[in-house]
């Protein structure tokens, strides 16, 4: 039995990518299940995403950031869950090896893409993403991470972790690895050229600082469930020798 | 060459430029300019080299001012880098280099407040010395060497400086428990920490102590030069920059108490306690939530210098796991006082919707 695959698409006002989104989906796998998870949308994209044959659960109001995900993940019937964006259109021919990954015995499979880190100062994001692999001790993971699409995981893997603990994509990373899930990469989709180029300079970027603070929350659930080093090795630290003076 | 055009676009030849310079220099030469820059200004005038200029930076020190970029060599002729200004200079010769080494008993006056400078060190008979002799050259009321763990002649060396106490352990404290127990004997407003196994010269350490001494309260070393680009940098370097970022000082770079050397203020260790000394990355994080003055008023190479021993080479190694494991524990100070997500809230989120616990209402939302 060829196992079912479930696309899910969190969708907010992406009207002129989405029906896109969707074709390769179904060039991808014709079977597949798309779940379009439309929240705050008011320009038309849940009608186009059902027009092309996707199954649309609509939220009036915008859910925020990769809440969609948690919803779809529950809705989801597929073995293979797929996470993409609405607004990126990636060629089926680049998800194929996300799916085939997991067919192959992967729990998870994520984007092989870092982020822009030729420079000396990155991103927050990018050292956050980072950071929180090597606290995780998987510094071989680089940068890559569930909070970039697409990645695909199993059906298990996200029962696993839990479908709510997927809105906050760091946090779901850091169960992933704590669980021992088995994390593989697909060849790079560059997700970073797909993406709009945004100035943060006016807004403060708001959106960095939100996955900045998701990873601060993920190294906290780690730490809670560790102890506050993370397991690790103080080298007979004599403590007492300062405060006993 | 674009020099000359602009020049000669306002109506000034070269060498009337240069006639301006050496005039300048003549002028000057009435008051103060030393015989030899007028000598330099006028060889420049018989067609020779330029007059070597000098800047003046912020904290009293007179640098050259030369294009060399970090990592080239210096020119011999150049001299050194830093010394300062206003100070009668020896000068020394050493092997084919000529050094100028700042007079300390100048030194003496242009602090305000008390100086010390706290040394840990276990096992470190070869370097010792050679950092104990160049913090004598600098005007330190108090040079505590905290020697740990020591099976060699370290107490020994130690001892015949005149003007240094000793602390002695017999057994290893561990990792910079030792800055913390030489800041508890400390009585000076401004200490700076070393590491026994890294001598760093006198002139070196200075910015640091000038830095605390006018109102700083922590003077890190700055790493940034010697940093390459992000996918070249290791863990540490990396969570160091991270545990910045967090804290809201990205212009810190990767500077972090862990490096040595820097310097603290009194105030510093009367607002967030000694113990905490002894984790220094949870010793920075503190000081950042208490709003201290933090600068990195100077660079000293301590990456390529340190000594390679077995256990702080490689990824991994245990002294990075030791430097990453202090990290989390600051975080985890962070998360104590700030919250889980520190400063970065998270309000727009529907976590209930992400629970499913609106999966019942279906008049929230429609499935099509």
């Known amino acids: ?245 | 060459m674009r020099s000359t055009r602009v020049m000669k676009k306002q109506g000034i030849s070269r060498a009337a430029k240069r006639r301006t310079i050496v005039n300048k220099h003549r002028r000057a030469s009435r008051s103060r300019i030393s015989a030899a820059k007028r000598r330099r200004a006028l060889r420049h005038r018989a067609g020779g080299m330029k007059p070597r200029r000098a800047g003046r930076s912020r904290i009293g020190l007179k640098r050259s001012r030369s294009r060399r970029r970090y990592g080239q060599r210096r020119r011999r002729s150049q001299g050194p880098r830093i010394w300062i200004r206003g100070l009668d200079r020896r000068v020394m010769r050493s092997g084919r280099r000529t050094r100028r080494l700042l007079d300390t008993r100048k030194l003496r006056g242009r602090f305000r407040h008390r100086l010390a400078a706290v040394v840990t060190c276990r096992d470190e008979e070869r370097t010792l010395p050679s950092v104990i002799r160049q913090l004598e050259r600098l005007p330190l009321q108090e040079i505590i060497v905290v020697i740990n763990g020591s099976s060699d002649r370290s107490l020994e060396l130690a001892s015949r400086f005149r003007h240094v106490t000793i602390v002695w352990q017999h057994e290893p404290l561990g990792h910079d428990v030792g800055r913390a127990v030489g800041a508890r004997v400390s009585t000076a407003d401004v200490i700076l920490f070393m590491d026994g196994d890294l001598p760093i010269r006198a002139e070196r350490l200075v910015p640091y102590l000038r830095a605390v001494d006018r109102g700083a309260d922590l003077a890190l070393n700055d790493l940034s030069p010697f940093i390459g680009a992000f996918v070249e940098q290791d863990d540490v370097t990396r969570i160091k920059m991270f545990l910045n970022r967090v804290l809201g000082r990205p212009d810190l770079g990767m500077n972090s108490m862990t490096a040595v050397p820097h310097a603290v203020s009194r105030r510093l260790i009367d607002r967030i306690g000694i113990d905490l000394l002894a984790v220094p990355p949870k010793a920075h994080a503190m000081s950042i939530m208490n709003g201290l003055k933090i600068v990195s008023p100077a660079s000293v190479d301590v990456i390529r210098r340190n000594r390679i021993r077995p256990h702080n080479v490689g990824s991994g190694n245990p002294v990075a796991d030791l430097i990453i494991g202090d990290h989390l524990e600051a975080l985890s100070l962070i998360a104590q006082h700030a919250g889980p997500r520190c400063a970065y809230p998270d309000v727009a989120r529907r976590r209930d919707i992400a629970r499913g616990d609106d999966d019942a209402n279906e008049h929230h939302y429609t499935v099509i």
């Open chain 1, 1 to 245: 039995m060829i196992p079912k695959l479930s696309v899910i698409i969190p969708v907010h006002n992406e009207r002129a990518t989405i029906a896109s989104v969707i074709r390769e989906c179904f060039v991808l796998d014709p079977a597949a299940e798309v779940l379009v998870v439309s929240n705050g949308t008011t320009d038309g994209s849940a009608e186009i995403a059902r027009r092309e044959g996707a199954a649309v659960i609509t939220y009036a109001a915008p859910l925020g950031h990769d809440v969609g995900r948690s919803v779809g993940a529950r809705r989801a019937t597929g073995d293979i869950l797929l996470f993409l964006d609405g607004d990126m259109v990636i060629s089926a021919s680049q998800l194929q090896p996300f799916v085939n990954l997991i067919r192959e015995g992967a729990d998870i499979v994520l984007n092989d893409y870092s982020g822009p880190t030729h420079m000396k100062y990155p991103h927050d994001v990018v050292v956050a993403k980072h950071v929180l692999n090597s606290v995780l001790h998987r510094p071989d993971l680089r940068g890559w991470s569930l909070a970039a699409v697409p990645h695909a995981m199993s059906r298990c893997a996200a029962e696993r972790i839990g479908p709510e603990h997927l809105a906050v994509p760091p946090l779901a990373q850091a169960m992933a690895v704590y669980h021992g899930l088995q994390i593989r990469a697909a060849p790079t989709v560059h997700v970073g050229k797909l993406n709009p180029r945004r100035s943060h300079r006016h807004n403060g970027d708001p959106t960095g600082r939100l996955m900045l603070g998701d990873h601060l929350e993920a190294i906290a659930w780690l730490l809670e469930r560790t102890d506050q080093r993370g397991h690790r090795h103080d080298y007979g630290r004599r403590r007492d020798e300062v405060s006993g003076r």
